[in-house]
């Protein structure tokens, strides 16, 4: 990517190669955020864990490389904790990060600690502390809290998801396992999560289980998909059949999607790579590669299908709100654009439409240039919201790129809601107060930056539309 396509306020690594977040983990102020990291080239290579941390998560400090890789391996993905009463004899509130080493195909699972706030690492001298589950494969990516006055750690595993227990994180105990069969086994599961929600901010909660689909996601390549049910400690059960698929994002571009561990006021904030696997080593890059989705504020609600996710991007984004355009209450023609005068290549929209004519759909068109345009719509007699990068810019590394995406979407009464941000190389859709996200990146040229508001077949009555234009946030403190 050239530096056109730099994102202004999504996270990037300073140079090279970066795929999963890892290791993230709220403490003594500072949101830390590792990442997998090849630092010697854009593509994927012996992997490393990249660091960096924030007070906002908005704007980021990065830090020297926490983990390299060792005598087991490379080091691939897994999680943060603190651990507060000193379990593990380390000390007092240490750091401890378990992470998988990939050596020869083998997969074990593995300790480091952190007695300096996460500056300076030490590996555990017994690693690893989980050798290679013989004769099952692909065992990574260990998601590790604390729950029940033990370590509880959710393990990927080929097609499920493995759990133990640890009263120290240096024993563990195989304690049960969930898959094999349920939603999406197109592709072999990676980078678990694992945590409880409240349902409507009400008393009654459930568990979700998010799991990374490496295949053969909705929209093709990697996707993430997650499931709703209850986890008594030891292992998960959904409370949906077999068959029910639930991705947590309908963009082609939201992967190994993982939460802070110890957020502030029982926040679950999570963030994903915006990237998919089919073309990460071939996007239009140069000087750097990978880059984060924005942090979002996890919730559960209850629908007409059942429980689902709704994710909203996180208040702190608002501290990137520059000059504001309002409209209220306005009629949308066919063949007119209100926004003809507006201009931008990072934008925050908020846009509300009345879906009481006959119109057939409606949406916006943002990064439009001459020969250039992304498009997200609502189809309104299918009821579908799609996101169209079939235009979006630069796509001939990939063939499959440009393509148009949908989610099933019902209106809220009459009303379609979206809040989009819109950055130099990406967009990211939350729809509906967020019970349909899309996570997209796109590679426009630096000129196309107008706005259109679209409607077809009618008119659409326009309730609010919000447009900000964003500060850059500081991704190199
Ligand atoms: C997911 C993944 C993980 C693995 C890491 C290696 O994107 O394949 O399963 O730990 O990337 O970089």
Redesign the pocket.
């Known amino acids: 990517m050239s530096d056109a396509h730099r994102p202004a306020f999504h996270f990037t690594p300073p140079a090279h190669w970066m ?2 977040p890892n290791g993230l983990v709220y403490y003594d102020g500072e949101y830390h955020l590792f990442y ?1 990291h090849h630092p010697g080239s854009s593509v ?1 290579g012996p ?1 490393h864990w990249g660091h960096a941390v924030s007070r906002d998560l908005i704007n980021w400090r990065h830090l020297p490389i926490a983990l390299y890789p060792d005598e087991h391996g ?1 080091i ?3 999680s943060t904790v603190v651990d507060w009463n000193n379990t593990a004899g380390f000390g007092e509130e240490v750091l401890a990060a378990v992470y ?1 080493c ?1 050596k020869d195909y083998q997969e074990t699972q593995n300790l480091a600690y952190s007695t300096d706030r996460g500056r300076s690492w030490t590996k555990y001298a017994g690693n690893p502390v989980i050798p290679h589950p013989v004769p099952l494969s ?1 065992c ?2 260990p998601k590790v809290f604390w729950s029940n006055d033990l370590w509880v750690m959710a393990l ?1 595993a080929k097609d499920r998801v493995l759990f133990y227990t640890s009263p120290n994180l240096k024993q563990w105990e195989f304690s049960g396992s969930f898959g094999s069969g349920y939603g999406s086994t197109s592709g ?1 599961w ?2 678990p999560d694992l945590f409880q929600l409240p349902i409507d901010g009400g008393s009654e909660s459930r568990w979700v289980l998010m799991v ?1 689909v ?1 295949d053969g996601a909705s929209t093709g390549g ?1 996707g993430t998909q997650y499931f709703i049910g209850d986890f008594d400690g030891k292992s998960f059960v959904s409370e949906n059949p077999k068959n029910t698929v639930l991705w947590a994002d309908f963009g082609a571009d939201y ?2 999607a993982q939460s802070w561990n110890e957020s502030p006021n029982g926040r679950r904030i999570m963030l994903g ?1 915006l990237s998919n ?1 089919q073309y990460a080593a071939v996007t239009p890059s140069e000087a750097w590669r990978g880059m984060f989705s924005l942090p979002r504020q996890m919730s559960l609600t209850r629908t007409a299908d059942g429980i689902r996710l709704a994710q909203r991007p996180i208040v702190e984004l608002q501290a990137l709100r520059g000059e504001r355009n309002h409209w209220q209450d306005g009629i949308i023609n066919p063949e007119e654009n209100l926004l003809a005068g507006i201009r931008g290549e990072c934008l925050e929209i908020l846009a509300e439409f009345e879906l009481d004519g006959h119109a057939t759909a409606c949406g916006l068109r943002v990064r439009v240039g001459k020969e250039e345009q992304t498009t997200i719509g609502y189809a309104i007699r299918q009821q579908t919201l799609f996101f169209d990068r079939t235009r979006s810019g630069k796509s001939d590394f990939y063939a499959g790129f440009a393509a148009r995406h949908t989610a099933q979407l019902a209106p809220h009464g009459k009303r379609v809601s979206l809040h989009i941000f819109v950055d130099r190389s990406s967009v990211e859709v939350f729809a509906n107060d967020g019970l349909v996200t899309f996570c997209e990146i796109i590679f426009p040229s630096a000129s196309s930056q107008g706005l259109e508001l679209f409607v077809e077949g009618g008119s659409v009555k326009l309730g609010q539309l919000d447009i900000y234009h964003l500060k850059p946030a500081n991704l190199c403190l």
């Open positions: 795929n999963d997998q994927w992997m490379m691939f993905s897994g998988t990939h692909d990574r990516d990927a072999v990676e980078t990374g490496g990697s992967y190994a790579w696997w």
